[in-house]
């Protein structure tokens, strides 16, 4: 059995999945490691990067090729139900992690074991802090954002809560939901928790899975000595109109997972207007985004 399972999901990652690769492969040092790569029908030129690198690297390194895109969610089910190792690291193909990554990660989860998801510091690509970490989202959170009090009160943890803007991500701290580019993960966790839900295809299957992992006893945990550099966004900008619907119908169904009895009818309708409502206005803004 491999120390560590490396996940990573492919779409159109020509320009990024090599450096994330070297930095995995570098950074592994005396773990043994598996790497699994599942690529969700890209037309670029992912799989051959991939194919390249593969056949220089020490590890094992498997390929998946799906011939449709089946969603992040799907993809990650595929990487888990085929890893072996004792930990399993999910990462984003536009990540490279810094020197130091594993041993810290993977030091603090074998010493905590009331942890269950650790995920580290996210730096932009010119080095600043990149907020990473948020509360469970409720429906009046998605009021404070939406109607603006979040950013009058950006420190607030009334009206700007669910981002927590009052936190710096300088230092490290149990958090209820850090963003699913890179956690750390126990295999044993998963089958006791359970897959990622293949209802949230693109989004909010990170903050679904760190909530069952709550429930199920398992915290999750920001690491804020692990670091990585996250280029954002990177293939999410290639379809605007269709990830800002996508996002925000996963927003919905999340409240509708966990916002079942009769008395959260109301609130989840006036939730659905408005995510309808906001998806809306920014599409209508993107053609005056795109010329900054």
Do not use: Q
């Given at each position: 059995m491999p120390d560590i399972s490396c996940i990573i999901v492919t779409f159109e990652n020509e320009e990024t999945i090599g450096g994330c690769l070297e930095s995995?492969?570098?950074?592994?040092?005396?773990?043994?490691?598996?790497?699994?790569?599942?690529d969700n029908a890209s037309t670029d030129n992912t799989l051959p990067v991939a194919h390249g690198f593969r056949e220089k690297?020490?590890?094992?390194?498997?390929?998946?090729?799906?011939?449709?895109?089946?969603?992040f969610a799907r993809a990650i089910n595929q990487?888990?139900?085929?890893?072996?190792?004792?930990?399993?690291?999910?990462l984003n193909p536009d990540t490279v992690i810094h020197p130091g990554f594993f041993l810290r990660m993977?030091?603090?989860?074998?010493e905590n074991p009331d942890v269950g998801i650790v995920a580290p510091q996210q730096l932009t690509a010119s080095g600043s802090i990149l907020p990473s970490c948020r509360n469970f989202p409720t429906h009046l959170s998605l009021f404070f954002n939406v109607s603006g009090l979040?950013?009058?009160?950006?420190?607030?943890?009334?009206?700007?809560?669910?981002?927590?803007?009052?936190?710096?991500?300088?230092?490290s701290r149990t958090v209820q939901q850090p963003m699913g580019a890179c956690l750390l993960i126990r295999k044993s966790d998963?089958?006791?928790?359970?897959?990622?839900?293949?209802q949230f295809r693109m989004f909010f299957n990170d903050v679904d899975w760190c909530r069952r992992f709550l429930e199920a006893g398992k915290t999750a945990y920001f690491l804020a000595d692990a670091k990585i550099t996250h280029y954002a966004g990177h293939s999410v900008r290639r379809k605007p109109v269709r990830m800002i619907f996508s996002s925000h119908r996963a927003f919905g169904r999340y409240f509708k997972k966990y916002y079942r009895k009769w008395y959260w009818i109301l609130p989840d309708l006036i939730s659905s207007i408005i995510l309808l409502f906001?998806?809306?206005?920014?599409?209508?803004?993107?053609p005056f985004c795109s010329r900054r």
């Open positions: 995995v492969t570098a950074d592994l040092n005396e773990f043994s490691a598996e790497i699994i790569l599942i690297c020490s590890h094992d390194f498997r390929i998946i090729k799906n011939l449709f895109n089946l969603g990487g888990i139900a085929a890893s072996n190792g004792e930990f399993i690291l999910l993977v030091s603090f989860l074998r979040s950013v009058l009160f950006p420190k607030s943890r009334i009206f700007n809560g669910w981002k927590m803007g009052w936190f710096d991500h300088k230092t998963v089958e006791k928790v359970g897959y990622m839900d293949e906001t998806a809306c206005i920014r599409i209508l803004l993107l």
